[in-house]
């Protein structure tokens, strides 16, 4: 079946340093491939996606590209700040209409 | 503002207590589903509506109910609950069950059942 692997968190960097969450899938067929934040206390949040390979989604200076080839989603980030700390889930929706969601990995910025 | 609403925010109830956890969206949105998201698990689907009158489980749906009777509500319901129901539950919406649109989730109703 259809999964998502995120790498393990916490991740804890300076302010201004490069961010980057790997993300790797399996599925059948061509999946729709997001990325979701999660602030302390809130809901989740669409943050991004890409719905083929060599999409490149982004948004709020986030980036990641869909390659088939690694089936592979990896979040990054140039220059993160204290308020991108968050919970990032890396989620996958394929041909059954369900989504699969990763185990999430807990990015903290210090100041 | 487009949204996702779910009550309450937080619930403590007692084993075999019913009750019901409400959701509602104001996007007109067909797909509605249900998380909850413990600890080192993520977030497990529990039930899912494809639209009006229409709902199957998800991965976890057991000791759960829902209903779809009108297109902007999707309740929640516990028949008798037990302690291992208590979690942080979600609701979320897309505009189609076809996977490429994205959710919208609700903040969350965080369950205690003691």
């Known amino acids: 079946g259809n999964s998502v692997t995120q790498m393990e968190g916490p991740v804890t960097l300076s302010e201004e340093a490069f961010l980057t969450i790997n993300c790797t899938y399996t599925a059948t067929g061509y999946p729709s491939l997001f990325w979701y934040v999660q602030y302390p206390g809130e809901g989740l949040q669409l943050l991004l996606k890409?719905?083929?390979?060599?999409d490149k989604g982004s948004n709020k200076g986030f980036e990641a590209t869909y390659r088939k080839e690694t089936t592979s989603f990896h979040l990054e980030k140039g220059s993160v700040q204290v308020s991108d700390s968050a919970v990032y889930f890396c989620a996958l929706a394929g041909g059954t209409y369900k989504y699969i969601f990763g185990t999430g990995t807990r990015l903290k910025v210090l100041a | 503002e487009a949204q996702v609403t779910q009550n309450p925010r937080y619930l403590i109830t007692v084993t075999g207590k019913k009750l019901t956890v409400t959701c509602s969206q104001n996007m007109n949105h067909e797909y509605m589903s249900w998380y909850r998201q413990d600890p080192g698990l993520g977030l497990r689907q529990i039930y899912y509506?494809?639209?009006?009158?229409?709902?199957d489980k998800g991965d976890v749906p057991e000791g759960y109910k829902v209903s779809r009777k009108e297109k902007r509500n999707f309740p929640l319901i516990l028949e008798s609950p037990s302690p291992n129901q208590t979690s942080l539950y979600f609701c979320?919406?897309?505009?189609?069950?076809?996977?490429?649109?994205?959710?919208?989730f609700g903040s969350g109703t965080r369950l205690t059942v003691v």
């Open positions: 509506s494809m639209n009006v009158e229409v709902t």
């Open positions: 890409a719905t083929k390979a060599d």
């Open positions: 979320a919406s897309s505009l189609s069950a076809r996977g490429n649109y994205g959710y919208t």
